[in-house]
């Protein structure tokens, strides 16, 4: 006995097949077919920066100098959050000679640079930007001057007792290199 067409014998199977086949093929084929395309994965944009900067010691050689800046978390805008005096090496700049002027741009204090206590660098993200920082860290001696924070950039500048620099510092790779360079201030 032969089953009727309906019943899904062979013949119906390959049917189905070729229906599938044709109606798959004429969606590629057709100029208005609405294929999705795959979303194209967009990266935030690489920028470089370095910096340079560092920390002063006092004429006594008893206290760092550090520059508070408000903590843009924080909803009420009271935490400060210590770090190293730093900022941008300009064109035909050295490292050390950004170093200084931007310690007395964000400071007010004239200093000079006793030695190298290294080099960090890290990554963050910016304005939909990756940032990858490298910054240039020195030892420096005040010279002159008087305390007065860059109005656009710094909110406290204030002079710490060396021992506690390290506590009072906001970032954990300056921590670290204070620590590590604890023998130098000596």
């Known amino acids: 006995m ?40 967009s990266y935030a944009r690489r920028v470089d920066e370095v910096s340079a900067g560092g920390l002063v010691v006092d004429a006594s050689g008893t206290k760092g100098l550090l520059i508070g800046r408000i903590d843009a978390k924080d909803a009420k805008r009271e935490r400060l959050l210590w770090s190293l005096p730093k900022g941008h090496i300009e064109e035909g700049e050295t490292p050390e000679q950004a170093a200084v002027r931007e310690v007395l741009e964000e400071t007010g204090i004239e200093s000079q640079i006793e030695k190298s206590l290294g080099v960090i660098d890290f990554w963050f993200m910016a304005s939909g930007k ?26 406290d500048v204030r002079w710490f007792p060396l021992d506690e620099i390290v506590s009072k510092l906001a970032y954990p790779d300056e921590k670290k290199l204070i620590a590590r360079s604890k023998e130098l201030l000596s």
């Open 2 to 41: 032969t089953p009727a067409p309906s019943a899904g014998g062979e013949e119906v199977k390959k049917k189905r097949r070729r229906k599938r086949s044709r109606s798959k093929s004429s969606q590629r084929s057709h100029p208005h077919s609405q294929q999705k395309k795959p979303a194209r994965q």
């Open 130 to 155: 990756r940032i990858h920082k490298t910054v240039h860290h020195y030892l420096f001696k005040e010279v002159g001057g008087k305390i007065a924070p860059q109005v656009s950039e710094v909110d």
